[in-house]
C-alpha cells in the first residue's frame, strides 16, 4: 500500500513539472487547431445555408448572414420530395441495423467461443475480405440482383446486411470485446443446459452493450450516406434515398446554392443528433464492457 501512495505521489508531481506543463499546453493547442479545422467546414455550411448566393460567395466572407434567408430551408424542402427521401432512407436503416448488428455480433461470437474445424482459416479469410475492393465485386453483384429481378427495389440495400456482407471490420471489432468475457461464463451456462445461442444472448450480449451500440451507429451513418449502392440499384425517383435526392437536387439547384446548403445541412442533421445522444452512453458501456457482474 505504501509502495502503491509512493508512485503515486511521484506521478502527480511529475504531472506538474514545468516541461510537462508545456507538453500539456503543446498538446491542447494541437487539438485545438484541429478541432478548428474540422468544425471550419460545418460551420461554412450553416452560415451558407441561410444566405443567398451573393452572399456566400461575397469576399472578404461574410460570417454572419444579414438578413438571414430563411426561406432557404422552405424553399429546398419544397423544390424536390425530400419527405419522401427521409422515409425511404428510414425504411432502408431501420432494417439494415439489426441485421448488421445481429449478422455481425454472431459471426464474431463463433470465433472466439465455439470450437470448430477451420475457425481460424475462416477468420483469416473473412479479414481479406476488408482487402478487396467494392469496385472488385460491383458488375458480379449487379448482375446477380438483376438476374432475380431485385433491382430498383430496396432488396440488394438490405439483404446484404442480414449475411454480414461486408462487415468484417465490425466482425473483428466485435471479436476483440467478446474475447474479453470470461469463458467461465459459458461453461457456468453450458453446465445448467443452455445452449450456445442461450449463451450468445444472455450472457455475450448483454455484457457487450457498447461495442454494439458503437456497430449500430456506424451501421446507422453508413446506410444513412449510402449513395453508391442507391445510385446503382434505384431507378424510381419515389424511391431514392437522401443521399440519392440530394445528388439529383444538387444537379438540378446548382446555381441555387442557399438552397442546395439548407438542403445539405437537414439532410446530416439526424446523424448530428443521434451521435449526440448516443456517444455518452456508447463510451461508458464501451469502458465497462466485460467488467459488469
Known amino acids: 500500500m505504501t509502495q502503491h501512495s509512493t508512485t503515486t505521489t511521484t506521478r502527480k508531481v511529475q504531472s506538474n513539472t514545468p516541461a510537462a506543463r508545456v507538453g500539456r499546453g503543446v498538446i491542447y493547442v494541437i487539438l485545438a487547431v484541429v478541432v478548428v479545422a474540422c468544425l471550419i467546414p460545418f460551420v461554412w455550411l450553416v452560415r451558407s445555408s441561410m444566405m443567398n448566393t451573393e452572399q456566400i460567395f461575397s469576399y472578404p466572407p461574410q460570417w454572419i448572414p444579414k438578413p438571414f434567408e430563411w426561406s432557404n430551408f422552405t424553399g429546398s424542402m419544397t423544390s424536390a420530395p425530400f419527405g419522401r427521401y427521409f422515409l425511404n432512407t428510414l425504411t432502408v436503416v431501420v432494417l439494415v441495423v439489426p441485421g ?19 475457425r481460424t482459416l475462416c477468420f483469416w479469410v473473412c479479414m481479406a475480405t476488408m482487402m478487396l475492393p467494392y469496385a472488385a465485386t460491383l458488375i458480379p453483384t449487379f448482375i ?9 427495389t430496396y432488396f440488394p440495400l438490405v439483404v446484404p446486411a442480414w449475411f454480414a456482407v461486408g462487415g468484417a471490420s465490425n466482425i473483428f471489432m466485435l471479436r476483440q470485446f467478446f474475447l474479453q468475457i470470461p469463458h467461465e461464463l459459458d461453461e457456468a451456462m453450458y453446465v445448467d443446459g443452455g445452449s450456445p445461442w442461450r449463451v450468445f444472448w444472455s450472457v455475450i450480449l448483454p455484457l457487450n452493450a457498447g461495442p454494439l451500440t458503437l456497430v449500430g451507429i456506424f451501421s446507422t451513418i453508413g446506410a444513412w450516406n449510402d449513395l453508391l449502392g442507391p445510385l446503382i440499384y434505384l431507378s424510381d425517383q419515389s424511391k431514392f434515398t437522401l443521399s440519392l435526392g440530394l445528388a439529383s437536387f444538387r444537379s438540378l439547384y446548382s446555381s441555387q446554392w442557399g438552397y442546395l446548403m439548407a438542403a445539405s445541412l437537414l439532410v446530416i442533421l439526424p446523424i448530428l443528433v443521434l451521435f449526440a445522444f448516443a456517444q455518452r452512453m456508447m463510451l461508458g458501456n464501451v469502458a465497462l464492457t466485460g467488467l459488469k457482474g
Open 100 to 118: 448488421t448488428i445481429l449478422a455481425t455480433s454472431a459471426a464474431a461470437f463463433a470465433f472466439p467461443r465455439l470450437v470448430w474445424k477451420g
Open 144 to 152: 446477380g440482383w438483376q438476374a432475380i429481378g431485385a433491382v430498383d
